[in-house]
């Protein structure tokens, strides 16, 4: 079914030429004598941008859904839409650090109020007050890979009627479906996965039809929008979705068994391994455990700044989800902005380094690790 909705659904056929690819509709104006509907890019109702909406429904389950302009305009568009002056929001603390910063930098200033989790039910219990409006996270979590039991956040929340969002961008849906296990709401940053080739922005949400009218009202005015050329390119994207995140997994996998077993190596974070804390959760939770890890290297700085360097397969990069292999130091790029007092309370050390697993060959990526970490330590 997965493989079948990335090719297919939401495709438009061009009953012009009978091409089976959706045509770009590159329109800004639209007329509007004798249609109910008044299109417009900003309007988030042109045919690319439908089109798109309507494959990511098939995928997350969902009844309705916005493409943004990036996954931080998804993010933002949510909050924004759901909390207003007086309301509380708990943030579960595995944030990606964008969506961190955006929490400790706007809200007060509009007068929400938040507080910080951990992922335990006990924690979330006790971090809602009797105007949590609603309840964020994300599994697995940037970048430690920590997982959170999706169903009890859903049913904590249902509990006193909160609404409940996920980043669902590590697992993407082909590895896990939120809105089917009783969440509200799901984020995507489509510039990882979704897009998936390292060549695109764009964000997601995907929801019931109610909830997206009501950040649809939001995200007119924020004006978020996505053009046509980048709404087809992500359906081009979508139809290998499947099949990208299904190499992706069994990469990682394939390479957390054969980095738990380097002396160079600490510790590995990959909920497919049966040592990692969320490994049952992940395994009740998730189809596959998909394309990212994280893992601490056993190295002094510049060891492993040489590591890094003499990687020839594997790139040092910011960002995820593309078919090439990409390493990151979570310190030096999506959490350099925190301090290292905030890094070290959320578990993130200077050694902690995040792979997103591509579709290379496994055995070449091994190879690769195995002649840097060798590099690494020679030249000390
Ligand atoms: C988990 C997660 N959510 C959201 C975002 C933000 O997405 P974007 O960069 O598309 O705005 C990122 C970006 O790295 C991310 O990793």
Same mark, same amino acid.
């Given at each position: 079914?997965?493989?079948?909705?990335? =090719?297919?659904?939401?495709?438009?056929?061009?009953?012009?030429?009978?091409?089976?690819?959706?045509?770009?509709?590159?329109?800004?104006?639209?007329?509007?004598?004798?249609?109910?509907? #008044?299109?417009?890019?900003?309007?988030?109702?042109?045919?690319?941008?439908?089109? =798109?909406?309507?494959?990511?429904?098939?995928?997350?389950?969902?009844?309705?859904?916005? =493409?943004?302009?990036?996954?931080? @305009?998804?993010?933002?568009?949510? #909050?924004?839409?759901?909390?207003?002056?007086?309301?509380? %929001?708990?943030?579960?603390?595995?944030?990606?650090? *964008?969506?961190?910063?955006?929490?400790?930098?706007?809200?007060?200033?509009?007068?929400?109020?938040? @507080?910080?989790?951990?992922?335990?039910?006990?924690?979330?219990? @006790?971090?809602?007050?009797?105007? /949590?409006?609603?309840?964020?996270?994300? /599994?697995?979590?940037?970048? #430690?890979?920590?997982?959170?039991?999706?169903?009890?956040?859903?049913? =904590? %929340?249902?509990?006193?009627?909160?609404?409940?969002?996920?980043?669902?961008?590590?697992?993407?849906?082909?590895?896990?479906?939120?809105?089917?296990?009783?969440?509200?709401?799901?984020?995507? +940053?489509?510039?990882?996965?979704? *897009?998936?080739? +390292?060549?695109?922005?764009? *964000?997601?949400?995907?929801?019931?039809?109610?909830?997206?009218?009501?950040?649809?009202?939001?995200?007119?005015?924020?004006?978020?929008?996505?053009? %046509?050329?980048?709404?087809?390119?992500?359906?081009?994207?979508?139809?290998?979705?499947?099949?990208?995140?299904?190499?992706?997994?069994?990469?990682?996998?394939?390479?957390?068994?054969?980095?738990?077993?380097?002396?160079?190596?600490?510790?590995?974070?990959?909920?497919?391994?049966?040592?990692?804390?969320?490994?049952?959760?992940? !395994?009740?939770?998730?189809? *596959?455990?998909?394309?990212?890890?994280?893992?601490?290297?056993?190295?002094?700085?510049?060891?492993?700044?040489?590591?890094?360097?003499?990687? !020839?397969?594997?790139?040092?990069?910011?960002?995820?989800?593309?078919?090439?292999?990409?390493? +990151?130091?979570? %310190?030096?790029?999506?959490?350099?902005?925190?301090?290292?007092?905030?890094?070290?309370?959320?578990?993130?050390?200077?050694?902690?380094?995040?792979? +997103?697993?591509?579709?290379?060959?496994?055995?070449?990526?091994?190879?690769?690790?195995?002649?840097? #970490?060798?590099?690494?330590?020679?030249?000390?």
């Amino acid at each position: 079914m997965k493989s079948t909705d990335c =090719v297919h659904a939401g495709k438009i056929f061009d009953t012009s030429t009978k091409g089976m690819v959706t045509p770009i509709y590159p329109s800004t104006a639209f007329d509007y004598i004798d249609t109910d509907i #008044l299109a417009y890019p900003r309007y988030f109702n042109t045919p690319n941008q439908k089109a =798109v909406v309507e494959k990511l429904c098939a995928l997350e389950h969902g009844g309705d859904g916005l =493409v943004t302009s990036s996954g931080m @305009s998804a993010i933002t568009t949510v #909050l924004f839409a759901l909390l207003q002056k007086g309301d509380h %929001a708990v943030f579960e603390k595995n944030l990606y650090g *964008g969506t961190y910063h955006a929490v400790v930098n706007e809200m007060e200033r509009y007068g929400i109020n938040y @507080s910080f989790s951990d992922a335990s039910e006990d924690s979330i219990r @006790s971090a809602i007050k009797d105007n /949590t409006k609603l309840i964020y996270f994300e /599994t697995p979590s940037n970048p #430690l890979i920590n997982i959170t039991d999706i169903r009890m956040v859903a049913r =904590v %929340a249902n509990e006193r009627g909160i609404v409940t969002v996920i980043d669902n961008t590590f697992a993407s849906p082909i590895n896990q479906n939120p809105l089917d296990m009783g969440i509200d709401v799901v984020i995507h +940053s489509g510039t990882k996965y979704l *897009g998936g080739h +390292s060549d695109l922005i764009c *964000g997601a949400i995907i929801s019931n039809k109610a909830l997206v009218e009501k950040f649809w009202n939001t995200a007119i005015h924020f004006g978020g929008s996505i053009n %046509a050329h980048t709404c087809y390119l992500l359906e081009r994207s979508l139809k290998t979705l499947a099949i990208r995140v299904e190499k992706q997994t069994q990469n990682a996998m394939e390479l957390s068994d054969y980095l738990v077993k380097n002396s160079l190596i600490k510790c590995v974070n990959y909920p497919g391994l049966t040592s990692h804390s969320g490994h049952e959760i992940a !395994k009740n939770q998730m189809k *596959g455990y998909g394309g990212m890890l994280s893992f601490e290297v056993d190295l002094q700085a510049d060891e492993t700044d040489r590591f890094l360097k003499n990687l !020839k397969v594997i790139h040092s990069a910011m960002s995820l989800g593309g078919v090439e292999t990409i390493i +990151s130091s979570p %310190a030096r790029t999506s959490h350099a902005k925190m301090t290292a007092h905030q890094r070290n309370e959320v578990g993130i050390s200077d050694q902690l380094l995040r792979l +997103s697993v591509g579709i290379e060959d496994a055995e070449d990526l091994k190879k690769d690790i195995k002649q840097a #970490l060798g590099a690494a330590i020679q030249s000390a």
